[in-house]
């Protein structure tokens, strides 16, 4: 909605009462919240009824409560032809991806099959397809890698190691190394789908959102830098040894294997991955240039495919010039196995970051659609849908399995409007394993290196945020930069947990040191704005008017008092003791004669007074004309002394000058409280109160003073009355009683009683809790020097 004009300006009227917080409250007749006990929330909760029960078994089979609405004239077709399209895909995609973990490409067509079945009964999206995705499949990859070594599997013998690399009479065990590695991949997804439905019981799905988007978009590059270097070697096909450690020195290591073996590239294989990701990624440029126009994308991948395969076939590349296929795909489905319990200990980190991420990144997928196609996800059951397809998976020898944009998006835009489109696509999977799987036995495993390395282009288009997240919001870029250099550098796992470490820290310091502000007013409204902002605005005389942008907590509070202190201008702890000070100065020279004090109470110097001065004689003249009293003896008159701080003193003392009589605390932007800030605000508001200044706090929200009352904030000094509904009732409120004659100095009540007593009174075991509290963190560093 476009602002109005200078000239379309509508004033407007509002007449009512100034509000207090108690006033408000007493005249719109504030209720008490019932609170209900746990008795009654579990009962209400685990309350069983037909509609209740009914309820329950929807919400954990969906597809109860969707396929029972199935449009089938409407939908059936479209997903239809959605399924077929995103099927071949599937199956391509899962033989590239299994080469990412590090196990034969069959089993990349499990990952592809199984998740899908579970995911229709218990999922919530319409439109995701589920599946392998890179960045998970590599951080199985890696610990597959690091549990299941060549080395592991040494045998003598004659004949050539891995990846074709002269092994000087040593041979790898390929069948027990492949057995070995599927074991670990598998043990690893059981391991995250149980993860995953823990999580999802224990509705804990709202921690994705810790996940931001500047954190996965670092993430995500990051992996798609792993991805890269590790389909590197396959595409030029030139021998290299398997490296364990820290990720920046296992694939440095492997950069170096591959340029020092540069010149035993297959010229094969070099030139089929080459071709495949420049033809691959030029139909996918055309497919989203022209996406209105193109009713169906074009299969690219299935296209190269195929070709690749016939062209492997009809020419015999592995014989002739020694190409490397992928050879065996056998037919039919592994056994069921259940996973390797030995293991789980040494990859618990690993499957719980795994997780979090193919949970984060299907969620982020699902939501993008939702909003689409206007419906709405359940977070916790998405975590539950995943995490028994991955336990599924796992069992029948497949590894983790998510979602990827590319692969949902074919299915969306191929006109997939339910998951039955996503079973559609299993059962072309299941022709691919049960029946056309030998005709993909030819393919070049670098056509397959090429489509994954082809389908990272949107991953590494995400470094163009980088410059408009530096414009937009530095912390932001910097949690970017964090994120990818440290999952570049200690691995994805540990660089996703250093991430939200930063990430979390970010939070941290942004709240420590939040935006405060002196407000001003603008004239003639009752509008209050940041004084630095604007020029039309003024500041209200004798009142200044403070706020934060931020929680208050144990972490902020003293920099909240420091940048109270340099907005009021003075240190209200400093201004007592000097006022003090000089208060114990002027009664002594009043006891000892040297001052006294005229018929208004103020204080003078005897000499000022004259000899002819005679309106104010006291019994202290008459005392001494007669002899009776010695010096410092003689008694004080009852007068009301009256000093002006603002005025010089009588005494050698300097007082810090005070230039206000009132303060107004805006809490509006203030979300919570903790049991420190609460004491510390007690004790501040304490400390300008003994100096005369009054302080108000207003836009206080109701659950503010809410925990206000619950952590006792309020006692006989401070008291509700303090409370205002806004910053303009406050200083209305503060106007009427300047104009009353209400202000008065606190401090001329304590002179008065001073004069009934010889000694000065010491201070108040209240003022030393505050001066003690105010600089607690000085001992504190006292204590540890």
Same mark, same amino acid.
């Given at each position: 909605?476009?602002?109005?004009?200078?000239?379309?300006?509508?004033?407007?009227?509002?007449?009512?009462?100034?509000?207090?917080?108690?006033?408000?409250?007493? @005249?719109?007749?504030?209720?008490?919240?019932?609170?209900? $006990? #746990?008795?009654?929330?579990?009962?209400?909760?685990?309350?069983?009824?037909?509609?209740?029960?009914?309820?329950?078994?929807?919400?954990? +089979?969906?597809?109860?409560?969707?396929?029972?609405?199935?449009?089938?004239?409407?939908?059936?077709?479209?997903?239809?032809?959605?399924?077929?399209?995103?099927? &071949?895909?599937?199956?391509?995609?899962?033989?590239?991806?299994?080469?990412?973990?590090?196990?034969?490409?069959?089993?990349? #067509?499990?990952?592809?099959?199984?998740?899908?079945?579970?995911?229709?009964?218990?999922?919530?999206?319409?439109?995701?397809?589920?599946?392998?995705?890179?960045?998970?499949?590599?951080?199985?990859?890696? !610990?597959?890698?690091?549990?299941?070594?060549?080395?592991?599997?040494?045998?003598?013998?004659?004949?050539?190691?891995?990846?074709?690399?002269?092994?000087?009479?040593?041979?790898?065990?390929?069948?027990?190394?492949?057995?070995?590695?599927?074991?670990?991949?598998?043990?690893?997804?059981?391991?995250?789908?149980?993860?995953?439905?823990?999580?999802?019981?224990?509705?804990?799905?709202?921690?994705?959102?810790?996940?931001?988007?500047?954190?996965?978009?670092?993430?995500?590059?990051?992996?798609?830098?792993?991805?890269?270097?590790?389909?590197?070697?396959?595409?030029?096909?030139?021998?290299?040894?398997?490296?364990?450690?820290?990720?920046?020195?296992?694939?440095?290591?492997? &950069?170096?294997?591959?340029?020092?073996?540069?010149?035993?590239?297959?010229?094969?294989?070099?030139?089929?991955?080459?071709?495949?990701?420049?033809?691959?990624?030029?139909?996918?440029? !055309?497919?989203?240039?022209?996406?209105?126009?193109?009713?169906?994308?074009?299969?690219?991948?299935?296209?190269?495919? !195929?070709?690749?395969?016939?062209?492997?076939?009809?020419?015999?590349?592995? %014989?002739?010039?020694?190409?490397?296929?992928?050879?065996?795909?056998?037919?039919?489905?592994?056994?069921?196995?259940?996973?390797?319990?030995?293991? #789980?200990?040494?990859?618990?980190?690993?499957?719980?970051?795994?997780?979090?991420?193919?949970?984060?990144?299907?969620?982020?997928?699902?939501?993008?659609?939702?909003?689409?196609?206007?419906?709405?996800?359940?977070?916790?059951?998405?975590?539950?849908?995943?995490?028994? %397809?991955?336990?599924?998976?796992?069992? +029948?020898?497949?590894?983790?399995?998510?979602?990827?944009?590319?692969?949902?998006?074919?299915?969306?835009?191929?006109?997939?409007?339910?998951?039955?489109?996503?079973?559609?696509?299993?059962?072309?999977?299941?022709?691919?394993?049960?029946?056309?799987?030998?005709?993909?036995?030819?393919?070049?495993?670098?056509?397959?290196?090429?489509?994954?390395?082809?389908?990272?282009?949107?991953?590494? =288009?995400?470094?163009?945020?980088?410059?408009?997240?530096?414009?937009?919001?530095?912390?932001?870029?910097?949690?970017?930069?964090?994120?990818?250099?440290? %999952?570049?550098?200690?691995?994805?796992?540990?660089?996703?947990?250093?991430?939200?470490?930063?990430?979390?820290?970010?939070?941290?310091?942004?709240?420590?040191?939040?935006?405060?502000? $002196?407000?001003?007013?603008?004239?003639?409204?009752?509008?209050?704005?940041? =004084?630095?902002?604007?020029?039309?605005?003024?500041?209200?005389?004798?009142?200044?008017?403070?706020?934060?942008?931020?929680?208050?907590?144990?972490?902020?509070?003293?920099?909240?008092?420091?940048?109270?202190?340099?907005?009021?201008?003075?240190?209200?702890?400093?201004?007592?003791?000097?006022?003090?000070?000089?208060?114990?100065?002027?009664?002594?020279?009043?006891?000892?004669?040297?001052?006294?004090? $005229?018929?208004?109470?103020?204080?003078?110097?005897?000499?000022?007074?004259?000899?002819?001065?005679?309106?104010?004689?006291?019994?202290? @003249?008459?005392?001494?004309?007669?002899?009776?009293?010695?010096?410092?003896?003689?008694?004080?008159?009852?007068?009301?002394?009256?000093?002006?701080?603002?005025?010089?003193?009588?005494?050698?003392?300097?007082?810090?000058?005070?230039?206000?009589?009132?303060?107004?605390?805006?809490?509006?932007?203030?979300?919570?409280?903790?049991?420190?800030?609460?004491?510390?605000?007690?004790?501040?508001?304490?400390?300008?109160?003994?100096?005369?200044?009054?302080?108000?706090?207003?836009?206080?929200?109701?659950?503010?003073?809410?925990? =206000?009352?619950? &952590?006792?904030?309020?006692?006989?000094?401070?008291?509700?009355?303090?409370?205002?509904?806004?910053?303009?009732?406050?200083?209305?409120?503060?106007? #009427?009683?300047?104009?009353?004659?209400?202000?008065?100095?606190?401090?001329?009540?304590?002179?008065?009683?001073?004069?009934?007593?010889?000694?000065?009174?010491? +201070?108040?075991?209240?003022?030393?809790?505050?001066?003690?509290?105010?600089?607690?963190?000085?001992?504190?560093?006292?204590?540890?020097?």
């Amino acid at each position: 909605m476009d602002a109005f004009p200078p000239e379309k300006l509508y004033p407007y009227t509002v007449s009512r009462p100034i509000y207090s917080n108690p006033m408000f409250e007493e @005249d719109n007749k504030r209720q008490a919240r019932e609170e209900r $006990t #746990l008795r009654d929330r579990v009962s209400r909760t685990c309350g069983c009824s037909g509609r209740q029960a009914l309820k329950v078994v929807k919400g954990v +089979f969906p597809v109860i409560d969707w396929l029972s609405r199935y449009p089938i004239r409407e939908w059936l077709p479209s997903d239809v032809i959605s399924g077929v399209s995103t099927g &071949l895909v599937c199956s391509l995609q899962g033989l590239a991806y299994a080469l990412l973990v590090s196990v034969a490409p069959v089993y990349g #067509l499990y990952s592809a099959f199984f998740p899908i079945l579970t995911y229709f009964l218990l999922g919530t999206s319409r439109h995701i397809s589920v599946g392998p995705f890179p960045v998970t499949c590599l951080m199985v990859g890696s !610990v597959v890698l690091t549990l299941a070594p060549d080395d592991h599997f040494l045998l003598p013998g004659n004949g050539t190691g891995m990846n074709g690399t002269e092994a000087d009479g040593i041979v790898v065990d390929v069948e027990a190394m492949e057995a070995q590695r599927i074991m670990v991949a598998s043990s690893m997804t059981v391991l995250v789908g149980l993860f995953q439905v823990v999580m999802g019981l224990l509705q804990v799905g709202f921690l994705v959102r810790y996940l931001s988007d500047p954190l996965v978009g670092g993430f995500t590059t990051a992996a798609a830098f792993h991805v890269l270097i590790s389909q590197l070697k396959i595409v030029l096909s030139v021998p290299t040894n398997n490296h364990s450690g820290c990720f920046s020195i296992l694939y440095v290591r492997t &950069l170096i294997d591959v340029f020092t073996n540069i010149r035993q590239t297959n010229r094969a294989d070099l030139v089929a991955g080459l071709l495949t990701i420049v033809i691959v990624m030029a139909v996918k440029e !055309v497919n989203s240039k022209f996406r209105h126009k193109i009713p169906i994308p074009i299969p690219i991948e299935v296209i190269v495919t !195929v070709v690749a395969a016939g062209i492997s076939y009809a020419i015999e590349l592995e %014989s002739r010039y020694g190409a490397s296929i992928v050879h065996s795909i056998p037919r039919g489905f592994a056994p069921a196995q259940p996973p390797n319990t030995e293991l #789980l200990w040494n990859i618990l980190g690993s499957s719980f970051s795994t997780a979090v991420v193919g949970y984060a990144v299907a969620v982020s997928v699902a939501k993008v659609y939702a909003a689409k196609h206007d419906y709405t996800i359940d977070g916790n059951q998405e975590l539950i849908a995943f995490g028994f %397809s991955n336990v599924f998976c796992g069992c +029948f020898s497949g590894f983790v399995a998510s979602t990827a944009l590319s692969r949902t998006a074919v299915q969306e835009s191929t006109g997939g409007k339910s998951q039955v489109a996503g079973i559609i696509s299993a059962v072309m999977v299941m022709i691919v394993i049960l029946a056309l799987g030998n005709l993909l036995e030819p393919l070049q495993k670098s056509v397959l290196a090429a489509i994954v390395i082809a389908n990272l282009k949107g991953m590494f =288009m995400q470094v163009t945020e980088v410059p408009t997240l530096w414009r937009q919001n530095r912390a932001d870029c910097f949690i970017w930069l964090a994120t990818c250099l440290a %999952s570049v550098v200690l691995g994805l796992d540990v660089g996703l947990l250093a991430g939200l470490v930063f990430e979390m820290g970010t939070v941290v310091v942004r709240t420590q040191f939040p935006a405060c502000s $002196t407000l001003g007013n603008i004239p003639g409204t009752n509008i209050y704005r940041n =004084m630095k902002d604007y020029k039309n605005i003024a500041e209200v005389p004798g009142i200044k008017i403070f706020k934060c942008n931020a929680p208050i907590y144990f972490a902020n509070i003293d920099y909240f008092k420091e940048r109270l202190r340099a907005t009021v201008g003075f240190d209200s702890v400093r201004v007592f003791k000097k006022r003090n000070k000089a208060l114990k100065k002027i009664h002594k020279l009043i006891k000892k004669g040297k001052l006294r004090a $005229t018929e208004t109470g103020e204080v003078v110097s005897e000499v000022s007074l004259g000899v002819d001065n005679k309106g104010f004689e006291s019994e202290q @003249d008459s005392g001494r004309e007669s002899g009776q009293l010695e010096d410092g003896d003689w008694p004080v008159p009852e007068v009301e002394v009256r000093v002006d701080w603002a005025l010089d003193l009588p005494v050698r003392v300097s007082v810090p000058k005070v230039q206000i009589h009132s303060l107004v605390l805006d809490f509006s932007a203030v979300s919570f409280l903790d049991v420190v800030a609460v004491k510390s605000l007690r004790l501040v508001i304490k400390e300008f109160l003994r100096i005369g200044v009054n302080v108000y706090i207003a836009g206080c929200d109701d659950e503010i003073v809410r925990k =206000m009352e619950a &952590l006792s904030f309020f006692d006989e000094e401070v008291t509700r009355d303090l409370l205002f509904l806004s910053v303009h009732d406050a200083i209305l409120f503060i106007k #009427l009683e300047t104009a009353n004659g209400s202000m008065q100095d606190a401090m001329v009540e304590g002179l008065s009683l001073m004069q009934d007593c010889k000694e000065p009174p010491p +201070f108040t075991e209240e003022e030393d809790l505050i001066e003690t509290y105010d600089n607690q963190h000085r001992a504190i560093h006292g204590l540890s020097n």
